[in-house]
Every structure is written in structure tokens, then in C-alpha cells.
């Protein structure tokens, strides 16, 4: 029997299987240097497993939780392009490393029709009842059998022979227990509860085969998921029971539910799987896996002229290092770079070192009628072959003789909408202008595009430069920069963790996943330190602070292992004049330790006493227990140390250092004891100052 973990790793996460249509979409966006987020945001709302592998990135590395009515554009917004493309370049190498049989192929092409028909009833319904946070309810809608994808990526084979059933239903789940002691429903709970977002989407989810009556008075959410699932089970012809829930869930008439599924039905209908036999689906996968190699090695590519490009020091080593490009991937003779000024419109050329000293000299304005200006304005690619020389302007002209060709093409470079330049190349005829429309070419001006926005901004940043302020204003830059790249290598290693499983190296993966891991805490905590160092020592009430840290632990920490949490709490206590962010978050740090070195059916207890010291100075202890296995002696010596981890020795250590540091900055003292017999107990003091 194969049996599924409570909480889903990183590295099961790389294992889930995306769309290759979807992941195909994202590397080819990734490649062009002109899309906008709400582009991106838009392929990625076509596959639920890329968005939890999304929203799962952006909870490891972002500081700050994600709006629960936007969570995949919030979560877009601090990742940035970089790690989306890495997920992409591993949601692909997953894809092109899986031998699929036909009848898997099928199975999936469902699943992910299933997903899109959910998906867009549930934007459709929340737009017709106007329900304030439509992504939310698109993304509810998405990930109805997430959990059903997380299953049957884990073991193909096993799925599709025991279960069988590309739609959720109680019978679904009833065999998933029997087959892999889970079901699709607690494993997408699971899932979606990790995010920590104050939404309803895991209860829209989990509730997900209430009956229809009791679902009546439940939340919007909860009722669009519910009414999403059955046009899930009809989605091409509008059953009874589609009509019969919308009026008990909605009060929709007849006439409301036709209209609603036939603006759904418009979406999803020529996404359908059941066209066509399995076969013609296996050679539709093997077709795309060769496009998704073609695109992998693209982007490696991409990247290595990035790399080059952005080595670049200044202007004329950028421009040195473009036309080399350029000469080198084209028949072009010569390339002339120029950049355009926003405010006065100037259009001015860049020289190279080896390039005359008449490209400096090569100015107009955008309003002229060049063959560049008009590349420029029309963002397409124009070129002077189709032109005699009588009626092309003086600028082309001079353009023509400099770029040493019988003719000229001109490119325009443009980033995320912004025009910030472009590129005449010399050519000797007119066939020579076709690799300009190549996919190649393309990718070439993409990353010319971005590192010349880099560097026209690093220009900007240093003529207007402003005093720097002190170091604590560096911290959040600093702490996203490091971030995407961490990330990133999170990602990868989560790939490479699959070649190592079974090998004599297989321990070395979740070292230096915890050791990434441990780097997050760190950057997260340092993300903070500033604005909990403004935020004024308020009165907190310690015994409700510490019994919401509890609660919002519950779902991803306590009840998959049965934990229990004790609390025992002083009611004479009075509020306590601190810092309640950072109490919260060292028994955040400490809470999850603690769980995380339980067994299953573990106890915890968690306990406030209020003491006078010999001196009639006053102080509360809070004092936090579990009956694990105890920390070994020569670890317990060095628990604070930056550099200690103690897993696989009762904690897991993680964040320990950063405990410390917070303790300091709230004037407190922190201890702890630990042996095999009565387990770990951590006591905070905290002086109690009075109000």
C-alpha cells in the first residue's frame, strides 16, 4: 500500500505533472522581452498544479503572506520572472523525463480539462453573483481536484488502475483510502491550509461533496466550488442537477443558469479531451516533450547571452558585447545601437570601441519619418530594401553607409511595454531580412532588451543618486534579491533530490534542503527587523497572542500528527507592555520545532506564570514543553549557534539563532532543558514592565 505524506515536500511538489501545453506557454513567455504580469497570470490560471506550485514558492520565500483575494497575482508580484521561469524549466524536465502510456495521457488531458471547466464556471459564477475576489474564486475553481493530480502523479500506474475516475466524487475518495490511505480531498486540504491565506478555500475544497441542502447557507466560496463541481460532472449538457443547484445554492431562475452555462461553455468547450482516440494523444505528448526540449535548450541559450550581456561594464562594453551577438547569430555586416530619451524624444546612437566615431553623431528625433523611427513607433521590424535611395530620408542614408551593407534593417527593443531603444544592421539583400523573424532572433533581442533596461537604469540610479540613509533601509532590497535566487536553487535542487534517491548519496538532498531552508527563516526574520524595530512596545494580552500562534499552527502542524496542544495560562496575567510580532514569531519558530520532532499522537503544552524575583522586580515566564525524544547533550551546548542542527535529534533546529536575536531585541532571557526521559522544555522570561 503506498502511503501519502500529511504534508506535501518540496520535492513531491517538483514530482507533480503540469500541463506541457501551459509549460510550453511560460517558457516562450519567458524567452520574449514584452509581456505584462497580467499575460503571465493568465497562462498560469490554465494549470492547478503550476499554481500551487506557484503559491508553495512564494510561502517558502516570501516575508510577506499573500492576499488571500489575489493570491497568485500577489505571489507573482514578489517572485518575479526569474523564478517563474525556473519553475517552468522544472515543470518541463518532469515532463520530458516521464514515459506516459496512452492510456495515462488520456487520464491526464481529463484532469486538466477538468481543472479549466472548474476554473472558469467559478470565475463565471463569482462575476454573476459579484463576488469581491474573483481570482479567488477562479483559483477555488482551479484546484478542485489538485489532490487528485498530486495522487496520480506520485504513482501513474497504481492511480489509473485502482481508481480509475478523472472526476472527484465520494466513490473517488472511497477507493483512494482503500489504495493509498489518503484521499484527494485531505491531500488538497492539505495543500491549499499551508498557504495560511484567510480564505475559505480549503473548506470549498474539503466540503467539497456536501450535499446540496447543507451547503445553502455556507459561504459564498464554499457554494461556488460546490455548484463549479457539478458543471464539472456536466459540462456539456445542462443537467437537472446543474439547474437544481444553482437555484437552491444561488436562487438562480432557469433562465440565469442557461446563460451563465453557456458563457462558461464558450471557454472550455474546444478544450475538450475526448476528441480523437489515446493514441492520437501519445503522439500529442510526444510532440510537445520535443518542444519543450527545444525550448529548454532555447533558454539555456537566452541565458548564456544574458550572462555575457549583463557582464557588461558600461556602455560601451554592453554595446561591444551586443554587436558581437548580433554579427555572430546574423549576416548582418555592422550593428548600430541606439536608445531613445523619454522626455525630449531624442533618439541617439551608442558606438562600440571598434565603431566609428560618426555613430555618436547619428541623432533624430521619434517624430521623424526614418525607417527607424517608424520601427520604433510601430514596435515591427522595418527595412530599407523595398526602398530606392531618393526616397528613403538623409538619417536612413547616413545609416545606410555607416552599417556598411547595400541596405539596412532596423529592430525595435522594447521591455515590458517601455521602449527603450533599437538596432540597424547592415545587410547585402533583401532575403537576409527573414532570420529576423526567427524565434532566435527573437530570444537575442529579449535579452538585449532587458540588459539594456538594466543598464539605462543603473545610469539613472547613479546621475540622481540620493544619500543612502542608514543600512537598516537596505534590508528588504537586499533581502528580495537573495530571495528569487534562492529560490531558484531550491527548485533545482528539488530536481536533482530525484537523482539521488537510492543512492549512497541520498542523504546529502534534505541537508541542504533544510540548510535553504534555515536561509529563508533567516531573510524573513531580517525583513522584519526593521519594521518591528519602529513598531512602539504596546500592552499585549500573552495568553490570547499565544493561543492564536497555537490555532493558525493547527492545520499544518498539530492535526496531521495528531498532536495535541496543551495550554495552561495565568488568568491573573495583565497585558504586558512588548513587542507582540516578535513574541508571535518565536513561538512560531518554536511551535513548529517542537511539532516537527514529534511522532504522531505527540503532546505539547504550552503554559504563562507571573513571578515576583527577590528584588520585587516582576516577570513572566512563559514555559513550552513537548515529550519528544530530547536533544543530544553535545548538541544542546551549541543549540543557538548559527550553524547547529539538530535533526533527526529531536528538533529540527531550524530558526534556533534567529530565536535567540529576537530574544535579545525584547530584552528577555531564553533557556532550555532537555533529556530522553521527560523531553524539551523552552522557558522565555520576559520582564513584565507596568503600565
Known amino acids: 500500500m ?99 502510456t496512452a492510456g495515462q495521457v488520456q487520464f491526464l488531458r481529463e484532469l486538466w480539462f477538468y481543472s479549466q471547466v472548474g476554473s472558469i464556471a467559478a470565475r463565471c459564477l463569482a462575476e454573476a453573483i459579484a463576488y469581491p475576489d474573483p481570482e479567488e474564486a477562479q483559483l477555488t475553481g482551479l484546484l478542485l481536484n489538485v489532490g487528485m493530480m498530486t495522487l496520480f502523479s506520485q504513482n501513474p500506474e497504481k492511480y489509473l488502475h485502482d481508481i480509475g475516475s478523472s472526476l472527484s466524487s465520494k466513490e473517488v475518495r472511497g477507493q483512494e483510502q482503500i489504495s493509498f490511505a489518503t484521499d484527494h480531498l485531505q491531500v488538497a486540504d492539505t495543500l491549499i491550509s499551508s498557504w495560511q491565506l484567510e480564505s475559505f478555500m480549503a473548506d470549498a475544497v474539503s466540503f467539497l461533496h456536501l450535499d446540496i441542502a447543507r451547503c445553502q447557507d455556507a459561504s459564498p466560496l464554499i457554494r461556488i466550488a460546490r455548484l463549479s463541481l457539478e458543471i464539472c460532472r456536466s459540462p456539456f449538457v445542462l443537467s437537472e442537477h446543474i439547474l437544481s443547484a444553482a437555484d437552491k445554492l444561488f436562487a438562480f431562475n432557469e433562465s440565469e443558469t442557461k446563460d451563465l452555462y453557456a458563457l462558461a461553455g464558450k471557454s472550455y468547450r474546444s478544450l475538450s479531451p475526448f476528441n480523437g482516440d489515446e493514441e492520437d494523444g501519445l503522439k500529442e505528448i510526444g510532440r510537445m516533450q520535443k518542444r519543450l526540449t527545444s525550448l529548454v535548450f532555447a533558454l539555456a541559450e537566452q541565458e548564456g547571452m544574458s550572462t555575457q550581456l549583463f557582464d557588461s561594464a558600461g556602455v560601451e562594453s554592453f554595446v561591444e558585447t551586443a554587436r558581437h551577438l548580433y554579427l555572430h547569430n546574423t549576416p548582418a555586416q555592422e550593428a548600430i545601437f541606439f536608445t531613445v530619451e523619454a522626455k525630449s524624444s531624442k533618439i541617439t546612437g551608442l558606438p562600440a570601441a571598434q565603431q566609428a566615431r560618426l555613430v555618436g553623431e547619428l541623432t533624430t528625433s521619434l517624430s521623424s519619418g526614418s525607417l527607424l523611427t517608424a520601427a520604433l513607433r510601430s514596435d515591427k521590424i522595418r527595412h530599407s530594401f523595398d526602398f530606392d535611395s531618393f526616397n528613403l530620408s538623409l538619417f536612413d542614408r547616413q545609416l545606410i553607409r555607416v552599417c556598411k551593407g547595400q541596405g539596412v534593417v532596423c529592430l525595435p527593443l522594447r521591455l515590458e511595454g517601455q521602449l527603450l531603444g533599437g538596432v540597424a544592421l547592415g545587410l547585402e539583400n533583401k532575403a537576409e531580412i527573414e532570420i529576423f523573424n526567427s524565434s532566435r532572433i527573437q530570444m537575442l533581442n529579449a535579452a538585449v532588451a532587458r540588459a539594456l533596461a538594466s543598464l539605462l537604469a543603473g545610469r539613472a540610479k547613479t546621475s540622481g543618486a540620493q544619500p543612502a540613509g542608514d543600512d537598516a533601509s537596505l534590508i528588504p532590497k537586499l533581502v528580495h534579491e537573495v530571495s528569487n535566487p534562492l529560490t531558484i536553487i531550491n527548485n533545482y535542487m528539488s530536481a536533482v533530490g530525484t537523482l539521488l534517491t537510492g543512492t549512497e548519496h541520498e542523504e546529502i538532498f534534505p541537508a541542504i534542503e533544510n540548510e535553504i531552508k534555515r536561509i ?142 529576537m530574544v535579545d531585541d525584547i530584552g528577555a532571557k531564553i533557556s532550555c532543558h532537555s533529556s530522553a526521559e521527560f523531553g524539551t522544555t523552552f522557558n522565555l522570561v520576559i520582564p513584565a514592565i507596568d503600565e
Open 2 to 100: 503506498t502511503v501519502v505524506c500529511s504534508q506535501i515536500s518540496a520535492r513531491e511538489m517538483t514530482q507533480l505533472l503540469s500541463s506541457p501545453h501551459v509549460a510550453a506557454q511560460l517558457l516562450g513567455a519567458c524567452q520574449a522581452a514584452d509581456f505584462s504580469p497580467q499575460d503571465l497570470q493568465k497562462i498560469i490560471l490554465q494549470d492547478s498544479v503550476f499554481c500551487a506550485k506557484v503559491l508553495n514558492t512564494a510561502v517558502f520565500s516570501c516575508s510577506d503572506r499573500l492576499d488571500p483575494g489575489a493570491p497568485l497575482s500577489t505571489a507573482l508580484a514578489a517572485l518575479g520572472l526569474p523564478v517563474i521561469k525556473s519553475l517552468a524549466l522544472q515543470s518541463a524536465k518532469r515532463l520530458v523525463e516521464t514515459s506516459f
Open 520 to 661: 529563508g527563516e533567516i531573510l524573513k526574520y531580517y525583513s522584519q527587523l526593521k519594521d518591528t524595530q519602529q513598531i512602539p512596545e504596546l500592552a499585549v494580552d500573552l495568553n490570547a497572542l499565544l493561543s492564536s500562534v497555537v490555532e493558525s499552527l493547527k492545520p499544518t502542524y498539530f492535526l496531521p500528527k495528531n498532536i495535541e496542544v496543551l495550554t495552561d495560562f495565568d488568568p491573573s496575567l495583565r497585558p504586558l507592555k512588548t513587542k507582540s510580532l516578535v513574541i508571535k514569531q518565536i513561538f512560531v519558530n518554536l511551535l513548529k520545532n517542537a511539532a516537527e520532532a514529534l511522532d504522531k499522537n505527540g503532546k505539547i503544552s504550552l503554559a504563562t506564570r507571573l513571578y515576583t524575583a527577590a528584588d520585587g522586580r516582576h516577570f513572566v515566564d512563559i514555559r513550552l514543553q513537548d515529550n519528544g525524544p530530547g536533544i543530544a547533550a553535545e548538541v544542546k551546548e551549541r543549540l543557538f549557534s548559527p550553524v547547529i542542527s539538530t535533526k533527526g535529534d529531536g528538533h529540527a533546529g531550524l530558526g534556533l539563532n534567529i530565536v535567540r536575536g
